[in-house]
């Protein structure tokens, strides 16, 4: 409880708010060693929410937080101290900001470089109320690497609404060499001296000779190019710093000059990734999102298991690379995840062929369009959830046009303790409906590489072909891997009355189910291919009373859904039943845990067979 009643923040004094760093380093070291979650991001970012904290008043100024993994602290000091530790455990607290868990969590922020978007909106809003608190915006600096951010600061600019932006840069290594005479600049052009001075300088110049003008603009120009923040000074935001992030003294001076400052004001704060945890500290990807870990040497609490087989995506990167050594037309491009979408290697191995764009989705798929349209092979190589902000890029850019952009969607399905926001369940529901589109998924290690050789070669338009984070629900080698062939389902196993259809990790999913149901003569059927679906179904379809549709989608515009669409086309109504995801967003949570509660774990699915058949 001493505890507890130390992270009291607003208004103390730097000796107490460091008290408070080190507390909430502890608390968070604590909890993510013991069960895993983003790391070095929130220990870089303490300093800054503390100060935040303490200049702001949490119950009148939104504090806004984009790619919200880095407000661990920002949660322990808004009541959820001691229930930090159910941190992505199912019924737990999220590893994001949700205001369903919080009334001080302003915004759902999975996603990167929204919340200036965000903060501009409620500038507008408070200006239409006649509200006079400053919003504040939390700010990655890789999150400027997405369209959205420059849209916000674009208006912002000319609008000039009051709003506070933090930009927690930890990765970039700006002007050094002249930081201290930058701050000291910066803050003297964003305090209220230089602002009124400036007011009035703009308002003689109006009365002014057209030379006189020009040369005090030219001096308040070359003022200004000094320091590093040109970029945005000339889109009209006030800027200050840069600042090291982690001196309290020096975050709490900026933040309450900036809380002063009439119009929009940025402050550049400097921070390190892992701050505090020597093994961590530093840009190492590895230490962004963890597993459970010893805190003394930093190892992984759990063996890696040797005999486990490869994760698709391991193999996706493996295979992908081969083809690349032998065919100089495979090129690639991740948007801001070598290392998570297996794309790392190629780039260390061809990088004037393969691409990381940063957090800029749209622009990946564009630029991949023009490269198919120049006769490349381009794979984008992207997480099921990051794909939706490409979707009119795929649309407008790639399908209209009939390019062969190959599509390697990872983390289809339910993604566990991420959460909502991640969940890879939409890619089938809005692929779907896009016309010159193929879909495909393979059922495990062994069909995606053949997915991958299909997708290579696939030269009639866009493609797509999904696997799942961590493992597959099908053992190797129980079924034969045969090449794809284009629109061409594969009959598994021969059955009577009832017929069990799969797709990509569902194929798994109906065998584990069909495996406790093996006294029933169940027939199973890998789709292979959603779009276009195999002609043949309709002869095969027919053969069966009873359909169960298996997939790691949505029921909505899903798996079951075409199949219904298609059995009505040849005038056929037998009895479908889908077990794909209900309409509702999935929170986080174990995998396991989550399928359980949504009775799609396959005894739960056997039971649904059994009570549906009445036996």
């Not at 107490?16 to 929130?42: D, M, N, P, T, Y």
């Not at 902000?389 to 990872?410: E, G, N, S």
């Not at 999904?466 to 629900?473: K, S, T, V």
Request: proline share 5%.
């Amino acid at each position: 409880m001493e505890a507890l009643r130390e992270l009291e923040v607003y208004g103390q004094t730097s000796a107490h708010l460091q008290k408070v760093c080190a507390l909430l380093r502890e608390r968070i070291l604590e909890v993510v060693s013991a069960k895993g979650g983003h790391l070095s991001s929130s220990l870089g970012a303490i300093e800054l929410i503390v100060g935040l904290h303490s200049v702001f008043d949490k119950n009148k100024h939104p504090l806004i937080f984009d790619t919200s993994h880095q407000a661990y602290a920002h949660k322990l000091l808004t009541g959820r101290f001691e229930t930090f530790c159910t941190l992505r455990q199912l019924g737990g607290l999220s590893g994001f900001c949700c205001p369903s868990e919080s009334v001080y969590d302003y915004f759902v922020a999975g996603h990167s470089s929204t919340a200036l978007s965000v903060g501009v909106g409620v500038a507008k809003a408070y200006a239409l109320k006649g509200i006079g608190d400053v919003p504040v915006a939390v700010v990655g600096d890789g999150s400027l690497s997405a369209g959205l951010a420059y849209e916000a600061l674009n208006e912002l600019g000319d609008r000039k609404y009051p709003l506070v932006i933090l930009l927690n840069d930890n990765e970039m290594s700006i002007a050094k060499p002249i930081g201290a005479i930058s701050n000291a600049l910066s803050q003297l052009m964003a305090g209220p001296l230089y602002q009124s001075l400036r007011d009035k300088i703009k308002a003689i110049l109006k009365s002014m000779p057209e030379g006189v003008s020009y040369l005090a603009n030219r001096f308040e120009e070359s003022f200004k190019l000094i320091t590093p923040g040109i970029l945005f000074e000339e889109l009209g935001i006030s800027y200050m710093g840069p600042i090291d992030g982690h001196d309290i003294e020096a975050i709490i001076q900026a933040l309450k000059l900036a809380k002063e400052t009439k119009g929009p004001l940025l402050i550049h704060a400097q921070t390190t990734k892992g701050k505090g945890y020597k093994i961590a500290e530093g840009p190492y990807e590895k230490w962004h999102g963890v597993g459970p870990f010893d805190l003394a040497t930093g190892l992984p609490t759990s063996a890696k298991d040797r005999n486990k087989p490869l994760s698709p995506t391991e193999v996706y990167s493996q295979t992908l690379l081969d083809y690349a050594t032998k065919d100089v037309k495979i090129v690639g491009v991740t948007a801001a995840m070598p290392g998570g979408t297996g794309l790392g290697k190629l780039i260390e191995a061809y990088p004037d062929r393969f691409w990381d764009v940063g957090i800029a989705e749209q622009h990946a798929v564009t630029s991949m369009a023009a490269l198919a349209k120049e006769g490349f092979k381009p794979f984008v190589s992207v997480y099921s959830t990051f794909l939706q902000r490409a979707f009119d890029q795929i649309v407008h850019d790639t399908a209209i046009m009939t390019l062969p952009v190959k599509f390697a969607i990872d983390r289809a399905g339910i993604v566990g303790e991420d959460g909502e926001t991640h969940q890879g369940l939409l890619d089938i529901a809005y692929l779907r409906p896009i016309p010159n589109m193929t879909l495909l998924a393979p059922r495990d290690n062994a069909t995606l590489k053949q997915a991958i050789a299909f997708a290579r070669d696939h030269a009639s338009g866009p493609c797509a072909f999904r696997y799942p984070r961590g493992g597959w629900l099908l053992p190797e080698g129980v079924f034969e891997a045969v090449p794809y062939e284009h629109a061409k389902s594969v009959l598994l196993k021969e059955g009577q009355e009832v017929l069990f259809v799969g797709y990509g990790n569902g194929v798994g999913r109906a065998y584990q189910t069909l495996e406790i149901l093996k006294d029933l003569q169940i027939a199973l059927l890998d789709l292979c291919f959603l779009k276009p679906l195999d002609t043949h179904l309709k002869d095969i379809l027919p053969r069966y009373a009873r359909i169960y549709v298996f997939s790691d989608s949505y029921q909505i515009n899903g798996v079951g859904s075409a199949l219904l669409e298609y059995l009505a086309q040849i005038d056929h109504s037998p009895k479908l039943k889908s077990f794909e995801l209900p309409d509702l967003f999935i929170r986080h949570g174990n995998t396991a845990l989550v399928e359980k509660s949504l009775k799609l774990d396959p005894p739960s699915l056997a039971q649904r067979v059994l009570e549906d058949l009445s036996i």
